[in-house]
């Protein structure tokens, strides 16, 4: 069965630095990867995601992440932060052909000033 | 606007009542999921449907049910089956099965707190 970690629950930076947030998964078969960002009280909203071709995906808000079959991860990273990315952010995995998402339990991103 | 509504935002439940949560998404997908999200749980998945009149019961389902009468709408009733309700409820739709891309898309949430 699928599953997911995301290794840190908080990740404080300080604004105009740059972050990375960590996800591994584990599956027996080929994969779709997710980041979804969560604003307080709020839906999920896609961030982006790999479903097959170049590993090095862009999505919104200047975030990008990096599917790497053999360490079995999908790192979500962005060069420069700012207060705004102030979220909860969830990696989400779903095998090919399976209609459900598995997630992670979430990272929680502070951005200081 | 194309997109998926939930309400209420806020509900409240009394003990041994069964509250229903609306979702209605008008982006014509087949497919619809039910989640329950808790603090520091990550989301887990209570019920889906992938067509209209048929659902399957996800990781969670005791004390829920369902039904999907309509293609655009999921109900969820939260059933006083259910000893721990309080949390953040989210509705969630997919183009559907077959299709290669099956990207979620969320609803606005509603939280369901407990009198």
């Known amino acids: 069965a699928q599953s997911v970690t995301q290794l840190d629950s908080q990740v404080p930076v300080f604004e105009e630095a740059p972050v990375e947030l960590r996800c591994n998964y584990s599956?027996?078969?080929?994969?779709?990867l997710f980041w979804y960002v969560q604003y307080p009280n709020q839906g999920l909203q896609l961030l982006l995601k790999?479903?097959?071709?170049?590993?090095l995906v862009k999505g919104i808000n200047g975030f990008e992440a990096e599917f790497n079959k053999s360490q079995t991860s999908f790192h979500l990273r962005k060069p420069s932060v700012h207060i705004s990315d102030t979220a909860e952010y969830f990696c989400?995995?779903?095998?090919?052909?399976?209609?459900?998402?598995?997630f992670g339990k979430g990272t929680k991103l502070t951005v200081n000033p | 606007d194309g997109g998926i509504t939930q309400s209420p935002k806020y509900l409240f439940r009394k003990e041994g009542q069964n509250v229903t949560l609306s979702c209605e998404q008008n982006?014509?997908?087949?497919?619809m999921y039910w989640y329950r999200q808790d603090p520091g749980q990550g989301l887990r998945l209570i019920y889906y449907?992938?067509?209209?009149?048929?659902?399957q019961k996800g990781d969670i389902a005791e004390g829920y049910s369902v039904s999907r009468e309509k293609k655009e709408s999921f109900p969820l009733t939260v059933t006083s089956a259910q000893k721990n309700p309080t949390a953040f409820y989210l509705c969630?739709?997919?183009?559907?099965?077959?299709?290669?891309?099956?990207?979620?898309?969320f609803g606005p949430g509603t939280r369901l707190l407990v009198l």
């Open positions: 969630a739709s997919s183009i559907g099965l077959a299709r290669e891309q099956e990207t979620q898309y």
């Open positions: 599956s027996s078969v080929s994969v779709y």
């Open positions: 790999y479903l097959s071709g170049s590993t």
């Open positions: 989400a995995v779903s095998e090919r052909g399976s209609e459900k998402l598995v």
């Open positions: 982006l014509n997908h087949d497919a």
């Open positions: 449907s992938q067509i209209v009149n048929d659902f």
